[in-house]
């Protein structure tokens, strides 16, 4: 009959969790709540004139958190003890404030804590309005608000713009108090670059105007940027205007998203300051201010245009006129052009008059828009700044100009005590397409503080720039001025917006060959190489602008040390103009870098390809994207100079590829089928035990067992892979003999892992039971010993304790009363003193008979089914010393050793062989 083996599979299923985003409902009683990723407080109004400060939310490392109160609060503050500049919170959850009358305004100006040893300060500008305040604002700032992340709490200080180009974007009019320096040390910025400074050969055309713009390349020294060549573009000078622009293919493109980043050295002497101008002048890469009056317009910082408006033979000249037009300016503004300095006052805002803006400070604008970027204003002869109406009065040419600052920003106190003290800071800016979302902030590389980050309405942005007239790309770079005072300001690129178009490629390859080569928001995975496997790193460069013979190079390349072993790196192969000059050993060390000398004379023209070859490690517990960069540098003799060929940072993902799970009967080979017999009186109570081996997979992971046999599951459980998958471990089941049949009994083991889409690893086991009828258990020695000449004689029981068991296993499946056993007997021989000895058998009933000597057919019958005692598969006889084989003389026999005189041969019959 063909038996059927039916095996089951098994799927897992995972509970599938869904987000949804949640959305904060305020009760009619929250007024507002100040908060950020350190810290939340709501405010509650029990009623006209109570308030109650809640603490929600303090991180672990914060401590003496602080309420500083508005003035109008402190006024009327009913309990007068409490009128100190700040209440307690570290204590109390709750705090209760009560008041003589209502208070109309925001009663917290600010709350304060310490974090790691430094002082931090959320102003009221961080509030988020009640329920009736959000719904009177107008779509865009909601927008707006959404496409900010609440972590950074984003100041939103435009209003709406619709696509009329007329509408205004209204000034930023937060509170002077929300827009003074936090209290504390905030200490300084990075004295050295941090680590990604970049080369941007062939990112910017040549400066317009002044010289005060300065290219380099650096060769850093020690651990600076990591040892790697950047470019630190440098402004200074002293009545100059200069700007310094993309190249035409560098230029912006708003049909994608993009993201840059520079450090910036805001040096320590004092000056005007710089621009970061995104635009579409007319004029291209030459564009730059008209107005370079000396003495009077280093404060339109080589962007905005004239400080007054003007009537030149009869026609009306605005401010805008000399301005970069179709333009968007973010300004770093160091010095302060205030009432002092009438008409030259480009820093005065209406909320602020008479007072003066203080510097630095960081803000937008459109230098081209005159509706949204100045105002009219006068000077009475007491000297007070009022706001006018219109640029031209009865008499005059025309009235002096101020601009509006949106999103200003100061920045002392804010990110640093002093942004001029000489070290680097970090300037972020971004355009997300999918929102259309521009946005930019200055940040602390040391202490992560940052301003606030400032998000530009798309539909201004895009109609200043006139985007749709010009397949959405805009130049950009930097503008400068300098009137009396020279300062320098330093900047260097760690994230290029752009594609640059570099002298030198680089390219990863894969063990097999294949490019592997990815852009750094390549998230797909779908090139990579496999972890352990060796990684091939291409650069191929072009000489191009050489106009000296360079007599030798030096390469310099990095990779991450802790995604490749460099030690792998044996050599690198070099070719000139596609032809091989050889091998050569690099120099390497233990941060990734390794640099090669290369003694071949280069010049204008040449191509040099550099291939190098690094095993990446095995111990990658996940995914990794990491970056290949490499430089040439050639040396001028004469000059005594380098140029440096640099390829963009090129990106290659290692994935944490595990091995396939093995499963084995084996722990030293792959056996995927066993087949064993037993005898059935081998399996013990407990069941069968069967164990398995495996090896591989994914670390940690989960592996899930199921032994199955034909009627159903035997065993099944969960495994942890632990985390060294390479080491071959061991699994132990156990079949329950209740559930093993006689003949061929089939399993079939399955083990898969959690997550993996592979199938179930699959072994098979065939266990064959029979049955047989065999003599298990006989004497091995009887014994006489220690006789007396009184003892030799007549019929002698065995020695004390001399006991004798017999025992016939019977496993087969029907047992049967077709078996059983006999006894005989063999001499030595037939000499003296046995000739007369015999050996007698007797029963326990006492009955005695003569053991025969053995021959083909003779033997007593001594035991059998019905004369055994069961046990299981067992058929015993236990006959102590007095019975069983005994020993019978006639004589008196001599004192001595007999060891084996005598032997006794037992014999299992079997009368009867089962079909």
Request: aromatic fraction near 10%; proline fraction near 4%; charged fraction near 20%.
């Amino acid at each position: 009959m063909r038996k059927l083996l039916a095996i089951f599979f098994f799927a897992s299923v995972a509970t599938v969790g869904f987000i949804f985003p949640q959305k904060t409902i305020y009760a009619e009683n929250i007024k507002y709540e100040l908060r950020n990723d350190d810290i939340q407080v709501m405010v509650e109004e029990e009623s006209s004139t109570s308030q109650v400060v809640k603490l929600l939310k303090a991180g672990d490392a914060i401590s003496m958190i602080q309420v500083g109160l508005t003035a109008e609060a402190k006024e009327k503050l009913a309990d007068k003890r409490n009128e100190i500049e700040q209440l307690d919170l570290d204590e109390q959850k709750n705090l209760t404030l009560k008041f003589d009358e209502e208070v109309t305004s925001t009663c917290v100006e600010y709350i304060s804590y310490f974090k790691g040893g430094k002082k931090f300060r959320l102003d009221s500008s961080n509030t988020i309005p009640s329920t009736e305040e959000v719904a009177q604002t107008n779509d865009l700032q909601s927008e707006q608000s959404s496409n900010t992340s609440e972590e950074q709490s984003t100041e939103q200080t435009t209003s709406s713009s619709s696509d009329n180009s007329s509408d205004e974007i209204s000034q930023d009019n937060s509170s002077n108090e929300a827009m003074e320096p936090r209290a504390g040390d905030l200490g300084k910025g990075s004295p050295e670059i941090p680590e990604g400074g970049q080369l941007i050969n062939g990112l910017f055309d040549s400066p317009v105007g002044g010289i005060g713009f300065n290219v380099k390349p650096i060769m850093p020294s020690g651990t600076i940027n990591n040892g790697m060549p950047y470019h630190e573009i440098t402004v200074q000078g002293k009545n100059n205007w200069v700007a310094m622009w993309s190249l035409e293919n560098n230029r912006l493109d708003f049909s994608k998203s993009f993201k840059g980043r520079m450090y910036v050295n805001f040096g320590t002497a004092q000056a005007d300051g710089f621009t970061f101008t995104i635009h579409n002048d007319p004029q291209k890469t030459q564009a730059l201010t008209k107005a370079r009056d000396q003495g009077k317009d280093g404060q339109n910082l080589g962007a905005y245009g004239s400080s007054s408006a003007t009537t030149v033979w009869g026609v009306r000249k605005y401010p805008n006129a000399d301005a970069i037009g179709n333009s968007f300016t973010v300004e770093f503004d160091m010095y302060t052009n205030g009432n002092q300095r009438f008409p030259y006052s480009y820093d005065v805002t209406p909320s602020q008059l008479p007072r003066e803006n203080v510097s630095p400070h960081m803000a937008f604008a459109f230098p081209g828009n005159l509706e949204k970027t100045y105002g009219p204003i006068s000077k009475s002869m007491l000297g007070v700044i009022s706001d006018e109406n219109d640029w031209f009065p009865l008499i005059g040419s025309g009235r002096a100009a101020k601009t509006n600052h949106y999103a200003l920003r100061y920045l002392n106190n804010s990110i640093g005590s002093n942004v001029q003290d000489g070290t680097w800071y970090e300037f972020n800016f971004s355009f997300d397409f999918p929102t259309k979302t521009f946005q930019y902030y200055l940040r602390n590389p040391v202490t992560g503080n940052q301003t606030n980050v400032t998000s530009v309405p798309w539909s201004d942005l895009s109609s200043e720039l006139k985007l749709s007239a010009n397949d959405s790309k805009s130049y950009w770079g930097f503008t400068a001025a300098n009137g009396a005072s020279e300062g320098a300001v330093k900047m260097v690129f760690a994230d290029v917006p752009v594609p640059l178009d570099y002298e030198a490629k680089n390219q990863i390859y894969d063990s097999t060959g294949q490019n592997i080569s990815v852009s750094e928001d390549d998230d797909s995975k779908q090139k990579y190489a496999k972890k352990g496997d060796s990684v091939r790193f291409e650069t191929v460069a072009t000489v191009k602008q050489l106009d000296y013979t360079s007599p030798y190079l030096l390469y310099e390349g990095e990779v991450s040390p802790d995604q490749v072993d460099m030690s792998t790196l044996k050599e690198s192969t070099v070719k000139v103009n596609d032809e091989s000059i050889g091998s050569f050993v690099p120099t390497t060390n233990v941060n990734g870098r390794f640099s090669l000398y290369i003694p071949k004379e280069i010049k204008q023209g040449d191509v040099v390809e550099i291939e190098s070859t690094i095993k990446s490690k095995d111990d990658i517990s996940s995914d990794i994207k990491d970056s290949f960069s490499a430089s040439l540098i050639t040396i001028n003799p004469a000059a005594g100079s380098y140029d440096y060929l640099t390829g963009s940072p090129t990106y290659f993902w290692l994935k944490n590829i595990s091995p396939s799970l093995n499963v084995s009967w084996s722990n030293k080979e792959e056996l995927t089928t066993l087949e064993k017999t037993i005898d059935r009186s081998a399996l013990s109570e407990g069941g069968y035990a069967l164990p398995f081996y495996y090896r591989g997979g994914t670390a940690n992971s989960t592996l899930n067992y199921t032994l199955i046999k034909s009627d159903g599951i035997i065993e099944q459980g969960t495994l942890n892979n632990g985390a060294a998958t390479t080491d071959t471990k061991e699994k132990t089941m156990t079949i329950p003999t209740s559930l093993i049949k006689y003949g061929s009994n089939t399993f079939v083991l399955q083990l898969t892992e959690n997550g993996s889409t592979n199938a179930p690893n699959q072994l098979s086991f065939v266990l064959n039971v029979l049955g047989s009828v065999q003599l298990s258990k006989a004497p091995t020695k009887l014994n006489w010993t220690n006789r007396t000449i009184g003892e030799t004689k007549g019929v002698m029981k065995r020695d004390e304790g001399n006991n004798l068991d017999l025992e016939v296993l019977d496993s087969r499946e029907a047992p049967a009363n077709d078996w059983y056993v006999s006894v005989s007997i063999i001499k030595s021989d037939g000499s003296a003193p046995f000739s007369d000895v015999d050996m007698i058998w007797k029963d326990s009933a006492g009955t005695s008979t003569s053991i025969p000597e053995s021959a083909p057919s003779s033997g007593l019958k001594i035991m059998d089914k019905l004369a055994s005692v069961q046990n299981g598969f067992a058929n015993q006889m236990h006959l102590g010393n007095d019975a069983g084989v005994l020993l019978k003389s006639d004589k008196y026999l001599s004192i001595g050793k007999y060891e084996a005189a005598i032997k006794i041969q037992w014999t299992l019959n079997q009368t009867y062989e089962p079909e």
